[in-house]
């Protein structure tokens, strides 16, 4: 059914959650595995606020790539015998969803972080927002 899935993850525990589900997923139809970890470039240069400095952006994308090798290791500890993992830059969701289609993704999988009504009104979220925009299945683990 899926030969090609994607693991959104940034490292915290809803995207654990969702790396979990991804790697059991993957084992049980033989699928390859993307985890794929974004590095939200606008919210990085302060949107017009103080500029953030560059030794702090190094660091966010030091984490980032910490948190993909740590996850493709545990993918590949429990049996997933086709991992990638990549860092991207940019929007999250519109990164996740561009990776999706230019790779040939058949699902998404994705954490979800349980905002309130209001902060999901005010702020969106990258999971409604893949939800809402994806061709492809999406599967939110809360």
């Known amino acids: 059914?899926?030969?090609k899935i994607l693991v959104a993850y940034?490292?915290?525990d809803h995207a654990a959650r969702a790396l979990d589900i991804g790697i059991d997923l993957?084992?049980?139809?033989?699928?390859?595995?993307?985890?794929?970890e974004v590095v939200d470039t606008a919210a990085l240069l302060g949107m017009g606020v103080a500029p953030i400095p560059g030794e702090v952006i190094q660091q966010v994308y030091?984490?980032?790539?910490?948190?993909?090798?740590n996850a493709k290791a545990k993918a590949q500890n429990q049996g997933v015998k086709d991992v990638e993992?990549?860092?991207l830059e940019g929007d999250p969701a519109?990164?996740?969803l561009e990776y999706a289609g230019?790779?040939?993704v058949d699902l998404i999988v994705t954490g979800s972080r349980g905002l309130s009504t209001f902060k999901r009104i005010i702020l969106g979220?990258?999971?409604?927002?893949?939800?809402?925009?994806?061709?492809?299945p999406v599967l939110v683990v809360k």
Request: hydrophobic share 40%; charged share 30%.
């Open 1 to 3: 059914m899926f030969k």
């Open 10 to 12: 940034d490292g915290s």
């Open 26 to 36: 993957a084992k049980r139809y033989e699928a390859k595995l993307d985890i794929v």
């Open 62 to 69: 030091n984490k980032a790539k910490s948190d993909i090798n």
């Open 85 to 87: 993992g990549v860092v």
């Open 94 to 96: 519109t990164a996740i």
């Open 102 to 104: 230019k790779n040939g």
């Open 125 to 136: 979220s990258v999971s409604t927002k893949l939800v809402q925009e994806a061709k492809i």
